[in-house]
């Protein structure tokens, strides 16, 4: 089927070095031959070997746009699996605007955002979670969710998705082709082979699930909240841990008005720490924002680090913060470990408090410790970049839920000993689920909105 021509700007609409105007589609080569002269006079574009760069100049009709470089790329061995030509001019905002609309009077229609990738999609060359991971990438904002969506985008989810779904239809055939011809095909001690595959397939599925947590954590990063009374040492703990990787350091609008958040990466591990704006005045979080605020905060820290000074004994304010903590995953920071020991690690275990880590801000002391244990915490002491599928993105985590509950319908039939077409209905189900992951199995309507969500030109 031939499809339109599209064209789109691929780089930021802003001034910069090079500015690429993308095109792709059956017409492509046509397109390029009209707006483009190659310094080479006898050059046909449309001759060139694929994967290769020619020098011009880029024309709309008889007036000069620009000197560019342009790059062929034919299908199927292309972005899109179509031909696709880029054109790489100087980076104005106005350059690229002119470019782009003469290769439209050329014959190209506008791309939608992400209709690059869609089309790629559809034309077979990647699955929908590899499609997902394009955009994933482009908005990692850390290493490891760079490093996820990269896996991700060379079709790690979708090839064990897939694998979990040939073995579930393969079962299906066995049912529909054993009641279509019984004298050829026995049930007999099925339902035990069922329930046993049935069952890895579960067991796969929930380990998917709970790496998600890890996966949401790592790409998100872990909220943490810092508490403690006054002049325990707040300030001096987020700067010490501020100062581990500055380079990275960025502020993010907060949660509520009154609090940012600074983002900052410990071993590989992004922790978003809640840093009240005003607390810096009184340095008390409950006095400043309130207790209702301070809760609200609370409720959405997966971490808190309450710091104590070692050095002065515990009181009521001590006493308030451990009552809004008491529910939360904590790690109490012995602050002060240079002075004297008035509060002992003891105290603290008297209270109820199981991690707790001896620390001086000042002298910088124990802050490897606290590391180690924010690992052992939230990656049993093992952050893995490599080996582990994470899912990270909601959607498929939904659909992985719901192919879970079909299985699990499927078990409850086979113990209570329903006929076999009872089990083919729910194991299409959860096959349909996770198609939904891959794309195999996804309406025209969710298409459109996954790609809607992709920048232009991509
Ligand atoms: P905050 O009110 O909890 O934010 O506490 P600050 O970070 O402002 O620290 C209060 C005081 O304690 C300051 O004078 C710090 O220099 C001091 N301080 C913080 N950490 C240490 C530490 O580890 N050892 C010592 N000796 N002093 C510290």
């Not at 004297?340 to 802050?367: C, M, N, P, R, Y």
């Amino acid at each position: 089927m031939k499809s339109n021509t599209i064209a789109a700007i691929a780089t930021p609409m802003t001034n910069s070095g090079i500015g690429i105007i993308r095109i792709s589609g059956d017409e492509a080569l046509d397109i390029i031959e009209k707006v483009f002269k190659p310094k080479k006079k006898d050059k046909k574009i449309k001759d060139v070997k694929t994967y290769t760069a020619h020098y011009g100049h880029v024309y709309d009709e008889s007036t000069l746009l620009d000197e560019c470089i342009v790059l062929v790329m034919k299908g199927p061995h292309s972005y899109t699996a179509e031909d696709v030509v880029e054109i790489n001019c100087h980076g104005g905002v106005v350059v690229m605007k002119k470019v782009l609309e003469a290769v439209f009077k050329a014959g190209a229609t506008p791309a939608e955002p992400g209709e690059f990738t869609k089309r790629a999609f559809l034309n077979g060359r990647i699955d929908l979670s590899e499609a997902e991971a394009v955009m994933d990438l482009i908005q990692s904002k850390n290493e490891f969710a760079m490093s996820t969506s990269l896996k991700q985008l060379e079709g790690a989810l979708g090839k064990k998705i897939t694998e979990i779904r040939k073995q579930i239809i393969h079962s299906v055939a066995f049912i529909e082709s054993a009641l279509d011809d019984p004298e050829h095909y026995s049930v007999d001690g099925f339902s035990d082979e069922l329930k046993d595959q049935v069952e890895v397939i579960i067991n796969q599925l929930n380990e998917f699930l709970e790496n998600a947590d890890n996966g949401r954590i790592l790409k998100e990063g872990i909220q943490t909240v810092i508490v403690g009374k006054p002049n325990a040492g707040k300030s001096s703990v987020l700067n010490v841990l501020l100062g581990e990787e500055r380079a990275i350091v960025t502020d993010i609008a907060g949660t509520t008005r009154d609090t940012l958040e600074e983002s900052i990466q410990i071993k590989g591990i992004p922790l978003n720490i809640i840093d009240t704006a005003g607390i810096r005045d009184t340095n008390d979080l409950i006095e400043k924002i309130g207790v209702d605020k301070a809760k609200d905060l609370l409720t959405k820290a997966d971490l808190v680090l309450y710091v104590v000074d070692t050095s002065d004994p515990l009181t009521k304010d001590d006493e308030e913060i451990m009552e809004l903590i008491e529910d939360k995953q904590t790690i109490v920071l012995l602050n002060k470990a240079d002075l004297d020991q008035v509060v002992k690690v003891s105290d603290l275990k008297e209270k109820g408090f199981e991690q707790i880590v001896q620390i001086s801000a000042k002298e910088q002391t124990g802050i490897e410790e606290l590391y180690q244990l924010i690992q052992d915490i939230f990656f049993e002491g093992h952050v893995s970049f490599n080996d582990e599928i994470y899912l990270t993105n909601m959607r498929h985590k939904t659909e992985v839920s719901e192919a879970l509950k079909s299985l699990a319908m499927v078990l409850q039939s086979i113990e209570d000993g329903m006929p076999e077409d009872f089990f083919s209905i729910d194991l299409l189900d959860a096959y349909e689920h996770l198609g939904f992951i891959t794309g195999e199995s996804v309406g025209e309507d969710l298409v459109n909105e996954i790609f809607a969500e992709f920048c232009m030109g991509k």
